[in-house]
Every structure is written in C-alpha cells, then in structure tokens.
C-alpha cells in the first residue's frame, strides 16, 4: 500500500515520539522525571560539592576512562559532552566559598594532532579557553592514577564519565582550600617551628 509523503513522515514523527514516551513510560515515569534524570549527575555535583574540600578531586573523563575498584571513588555516568561537563563543574566551583580547583591534563595531549585524532586540535582550543585563569599542570597520564591511588585511600574522588572519544582529554580537578592561600599556611608553619625553639 503506497501512502502519501506527508503521512510516511508524519508516520515516522510519531514512531519517534513513541520510542521516547516508550522508553519513560515502561518505568512507570513522566517525560518531566525522564529528563530531569538525565540531569542527574548536576543534582549530584550540587549535594556533594558543600561536603568536598581541600585535597578531595573531582575527574571529568572521557568515555575509556576506567572503572576502578578503590572505596573512595564514585563514578557518575553523565552521558555528556565533556567540556559542557568542565564548564558546570568549574563554575559551580567558582561560585562556592570554600573551594578553588588545581587542575591537571594529560602531557600526551599537548602531542596529539588533528591528523592522529580528528577533532583534537578544536578541543584542545576550546580546553584552554574553559580553563583559562586556573591554576594548570600537564602530567604524564599514568602519574594521574598514582596520585588517584593514593588520595583515595583517605579523601573522596567524584569521577564525572562523559561522551568524549579523544584519547588523553580527561581533566583532573584537585580541590583547595580558597579561604586560605599557600603563602599564608607556609608563614603558619614557620610560626609553629619558631615556637617550638
């Protein structure tokens, strides 16, 4: 049976429609709950930012990042894009009032070019631009899961898992303390020291 145009395409619309409604409804949920879900993991950044500070990190990652098995991480699938993903982070970071973000990339990033991996040179232009006015180190990316390694054995890590496909992209975020600078906690130290003698 042949069907006019119009109808083909309107048949298809509501095809799609219902493989959405499908997809909310078969738990029982509303197309409102279904997409604030999808938002989850900003719920989730917003609850535990309050309790994460100095020495606690937060990894946005991209899609082969591993799952690892350490007690002190959490990892969150967020579906996302991961610069979108950075962008919320650090600014709800600079909008707190106690944190302030050291951020680590990856050194084998600064040697990728777009004929390796297509879209690489964009990303690591738009990288610089996101974390622009921020503390930034480049470190070897095994170094990365050594330090992971031994600071979740004691603080929590918040591991943020995105949709990004270029290798070596993941950015490591180091909470700090931002009420209390390093000049200020060295000229503590030598305080203490002195009084001591």
């Known amino acids: 049976m042949n069907f006019p145009l119009f109808t083909k395409r309107s048949c298809l619309l509501l095809l799609m429609i219902s493989l959405s409604a499908i997809s909310c409804n078969k738990h029982h949920k509303s197309e409102a709950t279904c997409r604030s879900e999808e938002k989850q993991w900003q719920n989730k950044l917003k609850e535990e930012l309050p309790l994460l500070g100095h020495r606690n990190w937060i990894l946005v990652v991209d899609k082969a990042f591993p799952l690892q098995t350490a007690q002190g991480i959490e990892v969150i699938n967020t579906n996302e894009n991961l610069k979108e993903v ?112």
């Open 86 to 197: 950075l962008r919320f982070v650090l600014s709800n970071i600079t909008e707190s009032s106690h944190v302030k973000p050291n951020i680590y990339t990856d050194k084998e990033l600064d040697f990728l070019h777009e004929s390796q991996v297509k879209g690489v040179d964009r990303y690591k232009q738009d990288l610089k631009e996101i974390i622009k006015g921020h503390p930034v180190q480049n470190i070897l990316h095994d170094s990365v899961f050594v330090n992971i390694d031994r600071a979740s054995k004691l603080f929590k890590i918040l591991v943020l898992k995105t949709n990004e496909t270029i290798p070596y992209s993941s950015v490591f975020l180091q909470l700090d303390c931002k009420y209390w600078q390093p000049d200020q906690e060295a000229d503590l130290r030598k305080l203490i020291k002195n009084n001591k003698q």
